[in-house]
C-alpha cells in the first residue's frame, strides 16, 4: 500500500504542473563539485551567475550549458542579482556588505553598515525599477565571522534607494527575512519568514516603503522567484510552486536534501535554473521568468 500511494504521489505531482514544466522533463544535474549553492540570478542574455559560498567563488552557467568560474575570492556573497547594466549586486557576506561588480570586476561597496551597527548578513536581494535595493538581513552564524553575536536587536527587510548610501528598515515584525522577490510592474513584494514558516505579500509604497503586509501562504521556504503567469517558487524540500491565489499547485522534486534558491535563464528565460547544496540543477520549463 505505501508503494502505491508513493507512486500516486509522484503522478500526482507530475500531472498538476502540465503549464508549468515542460512536457516530459525532469530536473537535469549540470554539476556536483561545490560546497553550498546560492543566490543564481540571470543577465539580460540569460547567463546565469551563482555563489559557492564557503569556497568564497561566484560562478556563470552560460546559455551553452557551459561553466566558469567567474569571480574569486567573492566576499562571501550570497544572494546575487544582475541588473540591466550586467552589474552583479551582491550580498557579500564576508563582512556583511552589499556590493556591486562589475562586467570587469570592479568591486564597489554600496553598504557598508546600518546606523554605525554592522548588518546582520545580508542574504537575498531584489532590484526595482528605480535602481533601489530590497534586501533581507537574517543572522546566520558563519564560521568565518569572528563575531558571535549581531549588533542589531532585530532582523528586518530593508530598502537601499539608488545612489544613497543609508538603508531604510521597511519591514520588521519577521523572525528570519530569507528570500524576497517582487512583481514585474513594482507593485508587490513577497518575502520569505523561514523562522516562522511563512511567506508575506506587501504592497510598495511610492518611495520605496511597504503596506498592507498579507499572508500569501502558510509556508516557509529559503530563495523564491516569479513566472510570467504569475507563480511563485518557493525552494527548500524541492521547489514547491504556487499560484497567484496562493494555492499549491505542485512541487518540482530536486533528489537533494535542500534546495537554496532558483530563478529562470537560457536564451529564452524558460530554464529554471536550482541551487542545491554541493550541485546546481536545471529544469526546461513551459513557463518563462520575469525581469
Request: hydrophobic share 35%; with cysteine; glycine share 10%.
Amino acid at each position: 500500500m505505501k508503494a502505491l500511494a508513493l507512486l500516486f504521489c509522484i503522478f500526482h505531482q507530475a500531472d498538476s504542473l502540465p503549464d508549468v514544466v515542460a512536457p516530459g522533463a525532469t530536473p537535469q544535474l549540470v554539476s556536483r563539485q561545490f560546497s553550498f549553492t546560492e543566490g543564481p540570478s540571470p543577465d539580460k542574455k540569460g547567463n546565469i551567475y551563482f555563489t559557492d559560498q564557503p569556497n568564497n567563488q561566484i560562478w556563470k552557467y552560460d546559455t551553452d550549458g557551459k561553466l566558469s568560474l567567474f569571480l574569486e575570492p567573492a566576499g562571501r556573497s550570497n544572494g546575487l542579482y544582475v541588473d540591466k547594466k550586467g552589474n552583479i549586486l551582491a550580498c557579500a557576506d564576508e563582512n556583511n556588505e552589499l556590493w556591486r561588480i562589475s562586467p570587469d570586476k570592479k568591486i564597489t561597496v554600496l553598504l557598508k553598515d546600518f546606523e554605525g551597527k554592522k548588518m546582520n548578513g545580508p542574504n537575498d536581494l531584489w532590484i526595482d525599477a528605480k535602481g533601489g535595493i530590497y534586501f533581507t538581513d537574517p543572522y546566520y552564524q558563519r564560521k568565518y565571522w569572528t563575531r558571535q553575536h549581531g549588533e542589531l536587536d532585530s532582523q528586518k527587510v530593508y530598502y537601499l534607494p539608488a545612489g544613497k548610501k543609508a538603508a531604510i528598515p521597511v519591514a520588521g515584525n519577521i523572525v528570519k527575512p530569507n528570500g524576497i522577490v517582487g512583481t514585474p510592474d513594482g507593485k508587490h513584494l513577497f518575502v520569505v519568514d523561514i523562522g516562522d514558516g511563512k511567506i508575506y505579500k506587501y504592497d510598495i509604497g511610492k518611495n520605496g516603503q511597504l503596506h498592507n503586509r498579507t499572508l500569501f501562504v502558510n509556508k516557509g521556504g529559503d530563495g523564491i522567484t516569479l513566472d510570467n503567469k504569475g507563480n511563485l517558487y518557493i525552494c527548500g524540500n524541492g521547489v514547491t510552486v504556487i499560484n497567484p491565489k496562493g494555492e499549491q499547485i505542485g512541487v518540482i522534486p530536486i533528489p537533494e536534501k535542500w534546495t537554496a534558491n532558483a530563478c529562470f535563464g537560457g536564451k529564452n528565460r524558460d530554464l529554471l535554473f536550482v541551487t542545491a547544496s554541493t550541485t546546481v540543477y536545471v529544469v526546461k520549463m513551459a513557463v518563462k521568468g520575469v525581469e
